[in-house]
């Protein structure tokens, strides 16, 4: 065979090798069979479209038109109330500005005037998140939101998608845009209860729609998108920036679609809507639980819209007897001894508080306000006052809990000695603070018990240096306080200068009360709707945040402020432990405290018409309001009325600190900081007979009643150490502590 018979033969050997056919499971793959196979599969995905094109007719409006009412009852099971009622008002499209409706456009739809009704793409970005539990996600057309508002419902299945995607197909083909619109303008849900921009108009600028400006209808159209978190009265901080954001791209998009002249929009700022106000039948106290329940709820990942739509039968945890009970303290201690037409001072101060049973977190009474429909801010949820001087338990907790030194390597607890002089600097910290004491007052040489009793700033300043500010700050969070975001970590922090609301303190003390295991305060006890469940599974539950030790010895502590201390006017029969706090400029007062079986924080505010932070001064009493005045007598009053006979009989179970307590200082002569009003026989006063009975480990046991020796404001079983001048022949170290 030639050369070239031969190259011939190979080239025939290739192309038989080239023809020979794939084996194994490459032969399912050839690019022809994947080919076929997804054409094969477009046409069976459009096939079935078809049929579903077909089969789903465009049904009946619902228009809301079955919406229920909620019904919300007493831990009992009486009913307290009944919500639901639709506030919406129809307006036509003419009666709508032309720059009004673009802002709708604008902000959802920009395609809307050209589009078919269906945006697929966002339609198919929507299925895949609601398949993979994503939630609500992807870009539906303004058509699309009118159908799910007017034709279905707030279902996030794939099935109610899909009816979505063919209806609005079918609704863009039989109707102008202008009605498309129109309908989804008056459907939406805008927050405030507020069905339609008629009735959202009215609720954010006490206007008629017709008489909406362009720079109002682009807040309005921001608004859909989350109108809870946007609701400029409640927002957060990042919920205001979100929805100015928000804002700005809707006019940006107008002004690109020729719809806003730039020169205008220019001009346009931001229209801070008006406070709401409660809707008729949230009266007295009834608003307040309501929207605290409601609150909840949305936790615990229950929509605001679906709360709205109705059908909730929801249970709180408020006992009705107790509920009545806070009021009436309230009434009697307070509201009394106001004339709040009169008197303009008078008129600022406003009351919040909440009651927490220590072992489930329920909140069993809360008072938010002299009444929903007078004050709609809820003053025992607020955080926008600082807690005070309440916060001190927290630091003496944290230096407890990670065995804080004072800068002389001494290990911190109720027997150690700082310097309780006024104005003293703290030693150990790269920020500067020298605190004064309540009337500028010098205690000298006092033990951490006898500056918890007298609340004595500059001991609890050098205290937070001693554990650092950091730890105690991780501590308050884990406590249950909340929100750390500028929340700066100085020596100030120790006097309380973050946010806190009534209902985060009664949290932490009912933690600490709980021998450190975490309480989380929680109002709803079940919430059942035709269709589903809440879960509120876990809601309380918590593990130990801070060692049982630490807390019981800081409960500890707080006996001596009811005792003999800054708290004495909260002293009655049964054992109770508590802290009194007063803001800079005197704008709140607290008091906070617990028996083994309730823990209630009450605070007074002072907040002018405007909404502005003002001095409680001169107010409730004449000079300085004290958290041990008003707000102590307060919880008593509650106290005494809220705890049967076996509650108001229990006694705390501690187990403190190895050497915490000490024999009372037989020759007393210091008065506590934060006296509160009071008369000459209530000054309080300690019993140089009385001798500490407590060990670490011991059960209280009730001192019994007709015990000679005790006057009734003596706690019945614990008797915290006291210190009014601490050992004259030690000496002091640079820290401030007091050496032997």
């Known amino acids: 065979m030639g050369r070239a018979e031969a190259r011939q033969a190979r080239q025939r050997g290739a192309r038989r090798a080239k023809k020979a056919k794939p084996t194994g499971i490459r032969r399912f793959f050839t690019w022809k069979k994947l080919l076929g196979t997804f054409f094969g599969l477009c046409l069976l995905v459009m096939s079935a479209f078809f049929v579903i094109y077909l089969l789903v007719p465009v049904p009946e409006a619902n228009a809301q038109a079955e919406m229920q009412s909620n019904v919300y009852k007493y831990s009992d099971g009486k009913i307290l109330t009944r919500t639901g009622k639709i506030n919406r008002e129809i307006v036509g499209l003419e009666k709508i500005p032309k720059e009004v409706q673009f802002t709708f456009v604008a902000a959802e739809n920009k395609t809307f005037f050209k589009d078919s009704g269906v945006d697929f793409k966002g339609t198919a970005r929507g299925l895949m998140n609601t398949l993979t539990g994503k939630g609500k996600q992807g870009g539906s057309t303004i058509t699309q939101q009118y159908v799910k508002n007017y034709y279905l419902n707030q279902d996030q299945t794939v099935t109610r998608k899909l009816k979505e995607l063919v209806i609005s197909l079918k609704v863009d083909q039989k109707k102008e845009k202008r009605e498309i619109l ?401 803001s800079e400029n005197n704008r709140s007062a607290w008091f906070v405290g617990y028996t083994p079986e309730l823990v209630t924080a009450v605070a007074l505010f002072g907040e002018d018409p405007k909404g502005g932070q003002v001095t409680l001064s001169n107010t409730v009493n004449e000079g300085r309001a004290n958290g041990g005045g008003v707000p102590a007598k307060i919880w008593k009053q509650y106290t005494t009325g809220a705890l049967d006979d076996e509650a108001a009989a229990a006694e705390f179970d501690l187990e403190i600190e190895e050497g915490a307590t000490v024999e009372p200082d037989p020759t007393p002569t210091e008065t506590p900081s934060e006296t509160p009003s009071q008369t000459p026989s209530e000054t309080p006063t300690e019993d140089p007979t009385q001798t500490p009975t407590r060990t670490p480990t011991q059960t209280p046991t009730r001192t019994p009643s007709d015990d000679p020796t005790l006057t009734p404001s003596d706690p019945p079983s614990f008797t915290p150490p006291t210190d009014p001048g601490g050992d004259p022949g030690g000496t002091q170290g640079a820290d401030g502590r007091v050496k032997p």
């Open 182 to 582: 129109a309908g989804y303008i008056n459907t939406s849900y805008y927050g405030r209860s507020a069905y339609g921009i008629q009735a959202a108009a009215q609720a954010y600028y006490r206007k008629d729609a017709k008489d909406l400006n362009v720079a109002e209808g682009a807040y309005l159209a921001a608004l859909l998108q989350a109108p809870s978190q946007y609701d400029w009265a409640v927002a957060s901080d990042t919920g205001k920036k979100l929805v100015e954001e928000r804002w700005n791209y809707v006019l940006d998009n107008m002004v690109e679609e020729g719809w806003l002249d730039p020169g205008k929009r220019t001009g346009l700022k931001f229209p801070v809507p008006k406070d709401p106000r409660a809707a008729p039948g949230m009266e007295h106290q009834t608003g307040y639980l309501v929207d605290a329940a409601n609150a909840e709820l949305e936790r615990h990942h229950v929509s605001e819209e679906e709360i709205k739509a109705g059908g909730w039968t929801i249970t709180l945890n408020i006992d009705e007897k107790r509920q009545n009970a806070l009021v009436k303290a309230v009434d009697k201690q307070l509201e009394e001894k106001l004339d709040r037409k009169k008197d303009k001072a008078q008129a600022t101060v406003q009351a919040g508080a909440t009651s927490v049973d220590p072992k489930t977190g329920h909140v069993v009474a809360l008072y938010g306000g002299a009444g929903a429909t007078e004050h709609w801010l809820s003053n025992a949820t607020r955080r926008d006052y600082q807690p005070a001087s309440t916060f001190k338990p927290v630091v003496l907790a944290s230096a407890l809990e990670n065995g804080a030194e004072t800068q002389d390597g001494a290990k911190i607890g109720l027997n150690t000695k700082y310097d309780g002089t006024s104005k003293r600097p703290v030693v150990g910290s790269d920020v500067p603070f020298a605190p004064e004491n309540e009337d500028d007052k010098d205690y000298g040489p006092v033990s951490v018990q006898r500056a918890t009793n007298s609340s004595i700033n500059s001991v609890f300043a050098q205290m937070i240096v001693d554990v650092t500010p950091a730890k105690a700050k991780k501590t308050a969070l884990d406590l249950g306080m909340k929100d750390g975001k500028g929340w700066p970590e100085q020596p100030a922090m120790s006097l309380g200068t973050m946010g806190a609301s009534t209902w985060d303190m009664a949290g932490v003390y009912a933690t600490f009360d709980n021998h450190g295991k975490k309480v989380t305060p929680t109002i709803v006890k079940s919430a059942e709707h035709q269709v589903r469940e809440a879960d509120l599974k876990d809601q309380t539950a918590g593990g130990q945040v801070i060692s049982r030790e630490a807390a019981d010895t800081t409960t500890a502590a707080m006996t001596g402020v009811v005792k003999s201390g800054s708290g004495v006017n909260a002293a009655g029969d049964y054992e109770a432990a508590g802290k009194t706090g007063t």
